[in-house]
């Protein structure tokens, strides 16, 4: 079953490497808004701050996570 599966995996994998790419992006996990991107579990505080401003959010961040 692994075997036969294989072949489309590592398509799927190299199209979304390629994706990345053109996106000026890589690795996992990576974020993009607008032309803001970051990489990794620790720029979300981050991401979260740009989404905010970009919706005009000023109610305080819940930081429950």
Do not use: T
């Not at 190299?14 to 053109?22: D, G, K």
């Not at 000026?24 to 401003?53: C, F, H, M, T």
């Amino acid at each position: 079953f692994i075997k036969e599966n294989e072949e489309q995996w590592r398509n799927e994998a190299n199209s979304n490497a390629a994706e990345l790419y053109e996106l000026g992006l890589w690795g996992v996990p990576s974020y993009r808004l607008g032309n803001y991107a970051a990489w990794g579990q620790d720029r979300l505080s981050l991401l979260e701050s740009k989404i905010r401003a970009h919706l005009h959010v000023d109610a305080p961040i819940n930081k429950a996570y």
